[in-house]
């Protein structure tokens, strides 16, 4: 095949489906309106600090051995991978810190200290959501079913009986754990699937095996990294970049699909947008070619936005660990104020990243590149005055909580939430994540990839099936490249 195809974004969802599809012959023009490729997992790279902008956790490693081994690769071949131990340490705003091991029987041990019974329900609990995995992987994730009705084979609901569809993930943890800090170590991951324990299915625990099995790990320089070797791997097989040039128009002209930017018309057999779905629809495409218009768009949850303060510190951070979180007791009301009443936070969970910790080339010598991350509504509006008083709560509170006093530290500071998602990544909203995992935004409740009303336009990325979250998009990717080809064949 030598037809055309453009596709709009090189965030995780675009650069794979790049390379599928140009393994497959494909003339294939990624076009990213941004200088640098990886849509929200960029860098920023200021006064030899480098921070990973978006994604610091390499989790999965199995999808990402997946997706190279397609091509005939490993991921060792374009960058390197550190498992660490711990996985991550919480500072408890109570006073308690709890460093979770790699190892799942030494973590059983440490949660017994916690709760007697701890250790043997965290193994069954970890079996459930083993096979849990296993088989939302095979039967829901890797096999691209797109219609309800294929769920409803024997096969499939065969399989699935031992999952928890209805069932909130609140309600299915505290079938093991009453402890309430053991609670929140099985479902901080939620955070990563834009959700909360209340509006996630049991489904989703899924996630503790991802997190206890199969382990945590750092690509060597961050996870630019994995963007740069997922660009050099698109390259590999023929596809082609334009960077710096924004899409302002999708249509379709005598029979072809048309992609322009401010300065080119493009003709194409075929458009995949990596874009914000909701933009895409709403900005780039006109009415008659949207599958889902204004209203549904509007109506959907979203996953939270971010306040992220990006931080070059003078010497090291000894308390704060690569991956660290800081949870209040309860954290409850912290959600509500994510999905119920959109306001800022006043006692925050939160995550920090200190990359230095396992990786000396993100910072000068003697000093630390670390991020703060706090999960807000996406519709949160601030002004300066409003992003300097909550940074300054959330200096007062890592001060409080972990030990670690950065004032008369810092050397270089950028903030960054939704204004700045918006205009970086044309961010419908400002969310951080697109739409959340509830269980009507799951699987083939999600937005679809092959478009219902124009011919031959797809869409790729953490707004479709699967989902949120790099590997998902790798796969996402990849479904949306089948489509394609399927179509064009
Ligand atoms: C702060 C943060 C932390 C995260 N942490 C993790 C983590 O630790 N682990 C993990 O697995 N996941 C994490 N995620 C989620 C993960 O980063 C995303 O799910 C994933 O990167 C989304 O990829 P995507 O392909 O859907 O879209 P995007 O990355 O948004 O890519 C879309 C691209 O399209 C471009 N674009 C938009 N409009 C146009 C246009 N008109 N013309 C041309 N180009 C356009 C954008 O510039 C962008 O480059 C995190 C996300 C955020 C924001």
């Known amino acids: 095949m030598n037809n055309k195809v453009v596709i709009v974004g090189a965030g995780f969802g675009g650069l794979s489906a790049a390379s599928f599809l140009a393994d497959e012959g494909l003339?294939?023009?990624?076009?990213?309106?941004?200088?640098?490729?990886?849509?929200?997992?960029?860098v920023l790279e200021e006064?030899?600090?480098?921070?990973?902008?978006g994604p610091s956790w390499y989790l999965m490693p199995d999808i990402f051995d997946r997706f190279f081994g397609k091509f005939d690769h490993e991921p060792e071949d374009y960058y390197s991978l550190t498992r660490l131990d711990p996985n991550y340490r919480i500072f408890f705003k109570d006073g308690d810190q709890m460093d979770v091991p790699a190892d799942p029987e030494k973590?059983?041990?440490?949660?017994?200290?916690?709760?007697?019974?701890?250790?043997?329900?965290?193994e069954s609990y970890l079996q459930k959501?083993?096979?849990?995995?296993?088989?939302?992987?095979n039967e829901f994730v890797l096999k691209d079913r797109n219609n309800f009705r294929d769920y409803l084979s024997l096969d499939v609901l065969k399989n699935a009986r031992g999952i928890s569809l209805i069932k909130k993930m609140q309600d299915h943890v505290e079938e093991y754990f009453d402890n309430p800090k053991l609670q929140q170590v099985m479902q901080y991951t939620l955070v990563f699937l834009g959700g909360s324990p209340t509006n996630t299915p049991a489904l989703y625990n899924l996630m503790s095996h991802v997190d206890f099995n199969m382990g945590v790990y750092y690509p060597e320089g961050g996870v630019y990294s994995v963007v740069?070797?997922?660009k050099q791997l698109a390259q590999e097989q023929g596809a082609e970049f334009s960077t710096g040039e924004e899409v302002k128009r999708i249509d379709r002209e005598n029979g072809k699909n048309v992609v322009e930017t401010e300065n080119r018309r493009i003709e194409a057999d075929a458009v995949v947008s990596g874009a914000d779905y909701a933009f895409t629809e709403v900005e780039l495409l006109p009415d008659e070619y949207t599958t889902?218009?204004?209203?549904?768009w509007n109506s959907r949850t979203y996953a939270p936005g971010a306040f992220l303060m990006y931080l070059g510190v003078e010497g090291e951070l000894d308390n704060i660990d690569h991956h660290t979180l800081v949870l209040p007791e309860d954290w409850n009301d912290h959600f509500d104020k994510i999905f119920e009443d959109p306001e800022m936070p006043d006692n925050p969970a939160y995550y920090v990243c200190n990359a230095s910790d396992t990786d000396d080339a993100v910072a000068p010598e003697g000093k630390s590149a670390m991020f703060v991350l706090v999960p807000i509504a996406a519709e949160m509006e601030l002004d300066e005055e409003d992003r300097q008083r909550f940074k300054e709560m959330i200096l007062?509170?890592?001060e409080e909580n972990a030990d670690t006093d950065l004032r008369g530290r810092i050397e270089y500071e950028k903030i960054f939430a939704g204004e700045e998602f918006q205009r970086r990544y044309n961010s419908f909203n400002g969310?951080?994540?697109?739409?959340?995992?509830?269980?009507?935004q799951t699987s083939v409740f999600r937005p679809k990839q092959r478009s219902k009303q124009m011919e031959n336009m797809y869409y790729t990325g953490q707004y479709t099936n699967p989902g949120i979250g790099v590997p998902m998009c790798l796969i996402s990717g990849e479904h949306a490249a089948e489509k394609v080809v399927e179509d064009l064949e």
């Open 27 to 42: 003339d294939v023009e990624v076009v990213e309106k941004n200088k640098q490729v990886g849509g929200r997992a960029s």
């Open 228 to 230: 740069e070797g997922m």
């Open 129 to 137: 959501s083993k096979e849990t995995y296993e088989i939302g992987m």
């Open 292 to 296: 889902y218009d204004e209203d549904y």
């Open 431 to 440: 969310t951080a994540l697109g739409i959340a995992h509830t269980l009507r």
């Open 107 to 122: 973590a059983g041990k440490l949660f017994e200290t916690y709760e007697d019974g701890a250790e043997e329900a965290f």
């Open 47 to 53: 006064d030899g600090f480098k921070f990973d902008m």
């Open 396 to 398: 007062d509170d890592l």
